[in-house]
Every structure is written in structure tokens, then in C-alpha cells.
């Protein structure tokens, strides 16, 4: 009787950790960023009622990535109507389309992370931090453009945001 009170434990215990969340050192993350002093400043300044599991730290870096481009999103807009001449409003109309395509990406990974489509969570990830010097560099045969408005540091703050979701997103498809 104590010998199949024994497996029966174990069993349990088994199938328990299997389901368990798993939880990484947010240093195990942010090395994996190029920034990770900002990984790990975000990572740590996540409100009380976000749990410290990778599936809880993605679902809010994906939230806190789709504020960002939604909010650059909005200033692209503004640039454009500000736009003085036509090589300025051209940069801005590109890069109304690559954070749409942001925008598409980020929206489709919060389906992944609720599904558990780890795969796609990182796909998106990815094409979301390849964007980005789309807009800032110039692609599709546009210059590049000296953007001096908040736009740089608006895509960089998405850039990094997305830099960790790829990185927690590479350690839960492996």
C-alpha cells in the first residue's frame, strides 16, 4: 500500500510540474536583448498583479508594445499632416505603413501567447523589430530621412519592447 501511495505521488508531482508555469531569472532574458539594462528596468517596473512566470511577462510586454504603437501610430499621423514638403510627408506615409504592419504583428501575437503558439509569437516578434529600421533608415527605394521628431525615440521604444518579447518568446518555443 505505501509502495502505490508512493507512485501515485510521484505521478501527481509529475504531471503538476509539467503544467507548472515557468519561471526564468529575468537576467536569463535580458541577456538576450541588446539592451538589457532597459529588459530588465521594464521587466521589474511590471505592476504587482503581473506574475513573474514567462507567459504573464510576455502577455505584458505585448500590452505595453501595442500602447507604444498605437501612440506612434497616432504621431505618424500628426507628422504627416505637419509634413512641410513632399520627401517629409513620403517618410512619414512609409512609416504609417510599417507600424500598421506593427500594429497587424502585435495584435496577432497576443492571439499566440493566449493559444500558446510560441512559434508565431516569435515570428511576429521578429517582424516587428525588422520594421522599424524600415521606417527609421529608409526602404522600398526611399531615402533615408533626418527625422528630428519624437518618431526615433517613439520606434526605439517599440524596437526594445519587441526585442523582449522576442527573447521570452525564443525561450518558451524551446
Excluded: W
Excluded at 53 to 71: F, G, P
Excluded at 82 to 110: G, M, P, V, W
Amino acid at each position: 500500500m505505501v509502495r502505490f501511495s508512493s507512485i501515485t505521488i510521484m505521478f501527481l508531482l509529475f504531471i503538476a510540474s509539467s503544467y507548472a508555469a515557468k519561471i526564468v531569472n529575468l537576467h536569463t532574458i535580458c541577456k538576450k536583448t541588446q539592451n538589457p539594462s532597459f529588459c530588465s528596468t521594464f521587466l521589474k517596473s511590471r505592476p504587482r498583479s503581473v506574475h513573474g512566470d514567462l507567459v504573464s511577462l510576455a502577455k505584458y510586454s505585448i500590452e505595453d508594445a501595442h500602447a507604444k504603437i498605437t501612440n506612434t501610430i497616432n504621431l505618424i499621423n500628426k507628422l504627416i499632416v505637419r509634413s512641410r514638403n513632399n520627401a517629409e510627408k513620403s517618410h512619414y506615409l512609409s512609416c504609417s505603413l510599417d507600424f500598421t504592419e506593427a500594429l497587424d504583428d502585435i495584435e496577432e501575437a497576443q492571439g499566440f501567447i493566449e493559444s500558446g503558439e510560441y512559434q508565431g509569437l516569435y515570428e511576429d516578434a521578429e517582424s516587428i523589430r525588422e520594421v522599424i529600421p524600415d521606417c527609421l533608415n529608409g526602404a522600398y527605394g526611399n531615402p533615408s530621412f533626418d527625422d528630428n521628431s519624437l518618431l526615433p525615440k517613439y520606434a526605439h521604444d517599440v524596437e526594445k519592447v519587441a526585442e523582449i518579447i522576442l527573447a521570452i518568446s525564443n525561450i518558451l518555443r524551446h
